[in-house]
């Protein structure tokens, strides 16, 4: 087989655990979500849960069963106001057949608590406000309560994720995304590193402007890892989400001692569905391979590329110098950041990238430098052959896009 001599690398699972729903259930209790609410019912505000769609794996029917166990007498009262659930969608559209499975997955026998239900839509203006000079959904600017569930992996220009990205990027419009993601050409926007790095900065200050409008938050971090959820945390979303990183980080980074000749990027689901979300495998472990390298990143790609505006850039644009010129020309467009980088990538580094997918359409990559093959065996032939062939080393990165690799 292909790679049997790479050294692997994977997400690492603490080796005793609780099982996820007491995690959980301990969690939210530290967190006193039963006074959090009863402050709600108190002042007569709306609840508002926020939760991920389906393009991130995050427990959240585990969480929501959480929830209602903690507070199941306060959120089913009379009392409640309102009980709403929102699903931040961020830049992601879903047609109703995968709004419906997504609810249908999450919701369980809970759905009949919601009073309404709302998929957070970044391109209809009709249904945000303003919050801080940061356009959101509108049911972010009434200043009523929000429980948020995220899941805390690392993201190639955010530093991590967790509730405090679904609680403002996802559920931010389209402007405001933009100007948020603009930044991830910055080389301080990194997997992993929190301080200095912009996007992060713009996440946090929006944060901010969401409680000074008067929301009262409440955040729970997942770690999952191998799809199960292996720790927790709660409370404050900057709390919940500095307690969470020394376990994240120790799960999902892994240390090598020296670059590789070839990384071969395995890209897992939900991830794997498009080219776009696959390339969160190439900027995680890009770091690892040497200059002159190959790249190969394994992912499905059932979607196809996925949100094609890095595509046309490539296309545009041959070398770094002209993407970030034709980037500046014109302006900050989604997804520029990933030509910009893939650019860099590919020019500056001169590293080779291939996608190993049986169902990715080559046609649309043709010519701008990324290869596509249907198996293995054919990618371990090209990379052997661009690369020279003779005793090449190479790690196997399982699980990919939510594995950070660093080199001493």
């Not at 559920?171 to 996007?199: C, F, R, W, Y």
């Not at 992060?200 to 938050?217: D, V, W």
């Not at 892994?254 to 990027?265: K, N, R, T």
């Not at 291939?354 to 093959?373: E, K, N, Q, T, Y």
Request: proline share 5%; hydrophobic share 45%; with cysteine.
């Amino acid at each position: 087989m292909p790679w049997a001599e790479f050294q692997e690398v994977a997400p690492k699972r603490p080796k005793h655990t609780a099982e996820p729903l007491p995690l959980m259930i301990d969690a939210l209790e530290q967190a006193d979500l039963a006074g959090f609410v009863r402050k709600a019912c108190a002042e007569n505000a709306p609840i508002t849960v926020v939760v991920n769609d389906a393009h991130r794996f995050t427990d959240t029917r585990t969480f929501l069963d959480a929830l209602f166990s903690v507070a199941a007498g306060d959120l089913s009262g009379s009392e409640i106001s309102v009980l709403r659930l929102l699903v931040a969608a961020g830049s992601h559209q879903a047609e109703a057949p995968e709004r419906r499975a997504h609810e249908d997955a999450i919701l369980g026998p809970w759905k009949h608590h919601f009073h309404e239900i709302a998929w957070h839509d970044a391109r209809d203006p009709r249904s945000h406000k303003q919050v801080g000079g940061t356009t959101l959904h509108h049911w972010m600017a009434e200043g009523g309560f929000y429980i948020a569930c995220g899941s805390m992996e690392p993201h190639y220009f955010a530093g991590i994720t967790g509730a405090h990205k679904t609680l403002t990027v996802g559920v931010m419009g389209i402007g405001s995304l933009t100007d948020n993601h603009m930044h991830a050409v910055s080389p301080e926007a990194q997997p992993l590193k929190l301080m200095g790095n912009p996007v992060h900065e713009g996440i946090i200050e929006t944060l901010g402007h969401i409680e000074k409008s008067g929301a009262r938050l409440l955040a729970l971090n997942q770690i999952v890892v191998k799809g199960r959820v292996v720790a927790c945390t709660a409370g404050d979303p900057r709390a919940a989400l500095n307690e969470g990183l020394p376990v994240a980080g120790t799960c999902f980074s892994s240390l090598l001692l020296h670059q590789v000749d070839v990384v071969v990027a395995e890209v897992k689901p939900p991830l794997d569905r498009d080219l776009y979300q696959a390339d969160k495998g190439i900027k995680n472990t890009e770091t690892a391979v040497r200059d002159g390298g190959v790249i190969l990143v394994e992912a499905e790609c059932a979607k196809g590329v996925g949100i094609d505006h890095f595509l046309e850039l490539l296309r545009e644009a041959s070398t770094f110098d002209a993407a970030m010129q034709r980037m500046r020309s014109r302006g900050y467009r989604l997804g520029d950041h990933k030509a910009v980088r893939l650019r860099a990538l590919m020019d500056l580094r001169k590293v080779q990238v291939g996608v190993v997918s049986s169902l990715l359409d080559p046609a649309p990559l043709a010519g701008l430098g990324i290869r596509v093959f249907p198996e293995r065996a054919a990618a371990a032939e090209w990379a052997k052959r661009v690369l020279g062939g003779g005793n090449l080393q190479g790690v196997v990165v399982h699980d990919a896009g939510n594995l950070a690799l660093k080199v001493v």
